[in-house]
């Protein structure tokens, strides 16, 4: 099953950022998976009109979560 974009809760724009997000929840010890979009046969097309991937965490790590993925997205904004 596919989820349409605007039900990713967490999305991600690329490898570097999938990266150093997954750093930072290994290091709170949150649990996470990050979901890569698209497919190694092609390429990863279809990663242009559904963006890059998105972040999974079990439901119980969900504000946590979100207040650190709120806080990683501001450091890349200059905010």
Same mark, same amino acid.
């Given at each position: 099953?596919?989820?349409? *974009? @605007?039900?990713? @809760?967490?999305?991600?724009?690329? @490898?570097?950022?999938?990266?150093? #997000?997954? $750093? #930072? #929840?290994?290091?709170?010890?949150? *649990? &996470?998976?990050? =979901?890569? &979009?698209?497919?190694?046969?092609?390429?990863?097309? $279809? +990663?242009?009109?559904?963006?890059?991937? &998105? #972040? $999974? =965490? *079990?439901?119980?790590?969900?504000?946590? @979560? +979100? $207040?650190?993925?709120?806080?990683?997205?501001?450091?890349?904004?200059?905010?």
């Amino acid at each position: 099953m596919f989820l349409d *974009p @605007t039900e990713w @809760t967490w999305p991600l724009d690329n @490898t570097v950022q999938a990266s150093l #997000l997954a $750093e #930072l #929840l290994s290091q709170e010890g949150i *649990p &996470h998976k990050i =979901v890569r &979009h698209g497919d190694a046969l092609w390429g990863y097309a $279809e +990663q242009v009109g559904e963006g890059w991937g &998105h #972040l $999974e =965490v *079990p439901d119980e790590f969900a504000e946590k @979560t +979100q $207040e650190l993925y709120q806080a990683f997205l501001e450091s890349f904004s200059g905010e």
